[in-house]
């Protein structure tokens, strides 16, 4: 199977096609147009591979993404490229809008045109798989409930404002072209690879820099943890095995508030680094209170008994395994976070970053 992934050196994407070229013998096309986010260095350790290759695309530019179907000639779409950082997309809306909604419609139309062109048969097995965030929902009030497939959507920031403009972008090219479509909401990923600008990421390298760690508000925003691996996994059988025009909602079964994610940090951090930056005698002594943001969502959570029950998958990682994994990565690869923060990294150095 020949699989296009956009975004696929970003964090999640590179994910999804670290576990493809691993573990099936699918053929994988990343298109991705290495802004601050996407790293090819992500991919370094199935770079070599035969079955991988790269395109330096921008998924607004039509005429390239439509080469690109034309010549890769894909049986599945996992489109992943998106800006999705919520305090960027309050200081600058314009781009998630032109890259969220206005690069899923160009994707959509390479896509709808390129499906027209295939016979019965590879119409068949065809899929457009839109990944998207429960960050359409808006958020939760009450301990109780959970975000659903069939949950309203209220977004609350410019960035979940866009993704779900394209969600319903991706709905409609179903229902009025026939585009064979399934979508995906997740909850809130972390693993390695993460982006440093991340709350996970950046709370352990502020650590071991003994800088502050900073927290919104008071703290008690709660969120549903998903490890990016549980994620890939999930997505990969989703874009295989999912039921065209359904969307299925993915989570970790991980509810954390993000103060007890930081001292979660904090303590396996304590016990790991013996001798401490500062003088300090726990890290949680850097934690620090800012101002909250704009629309913060106080909840999210995902009931995720339809991918389950439909499709057989569940998260291996509870989030006390999933953040050791985590940390022990960053404490093992401080290569790899070294040249995203001093801005050397592969994409930036290649001289490919936009």
């Not at 199935?46 to 998924?59: A, M, N």
């Not at 490890?227 to 299925?248: F, S, W």
């Not at 994610?261 to 401490?276: F, M, Q």
């Not at 998260?315 to 995203?340: C, H, M, Q």
Request: net charge negative.
């Amino acid at each position: 199977m020949k699989i296009i992934v956009t975004g696929g050196a970003g964090f999640i994407g590179s994910a999804v096609v670290r576990n493809i070229i691993n573990n099936t013998s699918d053929t994988v096309c990343v298109v991705d147009s290495l802004t601050y986010a996407g790293n090819l260095e992500s991919l370094a350790s199935i770079e070599d591979d035969t079955r991988y290759s790269f395109s330096c695309t921008d998924i607004t530019d039509a005429k390239s993404i439509s080469a690109i179907f034309n010549d890769f000639k894909p049986d599945v779409v996992m489109h992943l490229a998106a800006e999705s950082h919520v305090d960027r997309s309050i200081d600058g809306p314009g781009t998630f809008i032109h890259t969220n909604v206005i690069g899923t419609f160009t994707l959509l139309e390479a896509a709808r045109q390129f499906y027209a062109s295939l016979d019965d048969n590879r119409k068949e097995t065809f899929r457009f798989h839109h990944i998207s965030t429960d960050e359409v929902f808006g958020d939760l009030h009450d301990k109780e409930t959970l975000f659903t497939e069939e949950t309203s959507y209220a977004p609350s920031s410019p960035y979940s404002a866009s993704k779900a403009g394209s969600d319903h972008l991706v709905r409609a090219w179903n229902r009025t072209y026939g585009l064979p479509v399934v979508i995906t909401n997740c909850s809130n990923n972390y693993g390695p690879y993460h982006f440093p600008e991340k709350l996970i990421p950046l709370i352990i390298l502020n650590a071991l820099a003994g800088k502050k760690l900073p927290i919104y508000g008071n703290g008690e925003q709660v969120r549903d943890w998903l490890y990016v691996e549980d994620h890939a996994r999930a997505l990969y059988t989703v874009a295989t095995k999912g039921k065209i025009g359904e969307t299925y909602c993915i989570g970790g079964h991980n509810e954390r508030a993000n103060i007890d994610v930081v001292k979660t940090i904090c303590s396996i951090l304590d016990r790991t680094i013996e001798h401490k930056p500062n003088n300090i005698n726990s890290f949680a002594e850097l934690i620090t209170f800012v101002p909250d943001r704009p629309g913060h969502d106080l909840r999210y959570a995902i009931d995720a008994s339809k991918i389950k029950r439909d499709l057989g998958w569940v998260p291996l990682e509870t989030f006390e395994s999933g953040i050791e994994k985590t940390i022990n990565w960053y404490l093992s690869n401080e290569d790899w976070w070294g040249r995203v923060l001093d801005g050397s990294y592969a994409g930036e150095r290649l001289g490919l970053s936009k």
